[in-house]
């Protein structure tokens, strides 16, 4: 199986490729497909069906144990976790999804504080807004603005308000960040904060190769290749064969004491060689894949770190925060972590 990139990418124009036209969002899109190292952005996977499938698959797969982990901390501790900012509060969740873990949170901060605004952040407008309705009906206490946009995106939409703030990022979500940008991602959210603000992290601590490899498999394959796939086609108009791409997981193993984390990396390889077409508006394509060519999950190196607690603390002091506190799960493969503006508490635990 082969890296290699061809070097007929497209039959395109760069003027074609610029072309004004075609939604921004979109064209975001194309650039990632047609670049020299290819690959889907995150927030892509995620259109309504995208996030119904993922939904399903991290909470009934046997293997991919990242939701119930994280559940069983924040079911565990969420009156603690609540407990570090003041009130009245915002709770945001950043790529919240369906926000079936943060109920755990939503609850706590009703028993303790009473009404309160929550803000989910996610791409999947549609996905964010219904889920939305339902926690408003569930929660007569709660008010729900769901935001569509990017994390930091929904970081700044929150930043101007005057009320303490905690913000989750779950799911071990912040591990898709490219490793060479996640102090610059940390230091950018810790930016739009105050001294009264909470960021709470979950963190896949797993290491073991062969736990990983049946965790990353290719149960995703609905999610991560076959939906994928329908939606190229369905916004573009292509011709894309889902049954011509490969589902590869790998993992790189970086040394325990070191700043960078180890990390999977997953993929889809082409199948044989193949060209594939693409047509948006007044845009079209050709794309031309060589035998064992990879579409990554990721714009980086890795689609999902793995830290140990370490890491955790350096990566907060590098970034401009300190590690307030942190809870794990009983096996100590899952971690939940609070962080606070360095100056606020000078001493990590």
Request: glycine residues 6%.
């Amino acid at each position: 199986m082969s890296d290699h990139v061809s070097d007929a990418i497209t039959t395109v124009s760069d003027d074609a490729i610029k072309h004004s036209d075609v939604d921004e969002d979109m064209m975001a899109v194309v650039a990632s497909l047609t670049s020299p190292r290819r690959y889907v952005p995150s927030w892509y996977l995620y259109d309504t069906r995208g996030s119904e499938l993922c939904e399903e698959q991290i909470q009934k797969s046997k293997t991919y144990k990242l939701w119930q982990h994280e559940y069983s901390i924040l079911q565990t501790h969420a009156d603690d976790i609540v407990s570090k900012v003041s009130y009245p509060a915002v709770l945001v969740d950043l790529g919240s999804g369906a926000s079936s873990k943060t109920r755990l949170i939503i609850e706590a901060m009703l028993k303790r504080g009473g009404r309160f605004t929550f803000v989910p952040v996610d791409m999947a407008k549609e996905f964010i807004e219904t889920c939305g309705r339902q926690l408003d009906t569930d929660y007569p206490g709660l008010t729900v603005e769901p935001f569509v946009g990017l994390y930091m995106d929904g970081v700044r939409h929150v930043a101007p308000r005057e009320e303490p703030k905690l913000l989750l990022w779950l799911g071990s979500s912040f591990g898709n960040v490219p490793v060479h940008k996640e102090v610059k991602m940390l230091h950018d959210i810790r930016a739009q904060l105050s001294d009264k603000d909470r960021l709470v992290l979950g963190m896949n601590m797993n290491t073991d190769r062969e736990a990983l490899s049946q965790a990353y498999g290719d149960q995703w394959i609905p999610l991560l290749r076959d939906n994928l796939i329908s939606r190229y086609n369905k916004d573009f108009a292509g011709n894309m064969d889902a049954e011509k791409f490969k589902h590869i997981f790998e993992f790189v193993e970086n040394p325990p004491d070191g700043d960078t984390p180890s990390y999977v990396v997953k993929s889809l390889s082409s199948s044989g060689k193949q060209r594939v077409r693409v047509h948006f508006e007044k845009l079209g394509l050709d794309i031309d894949f060589e035998d064992g060519e990879r579409v990554y999950f990721c714009k980086g190196p890795n689609t999902s770190s793995k830290w140990n607690l370490g890491q955790l603390r350096r990566l907060a002091e590098r970034s401009g925060f300190a590690v307030e506190a942190h809870w794990t799960n009983d096996e100590e493969n899952y971690c939940v972590i609070c962080l606070a503006v360095a100056d606020v508490n000078q001493h990590s635990v």
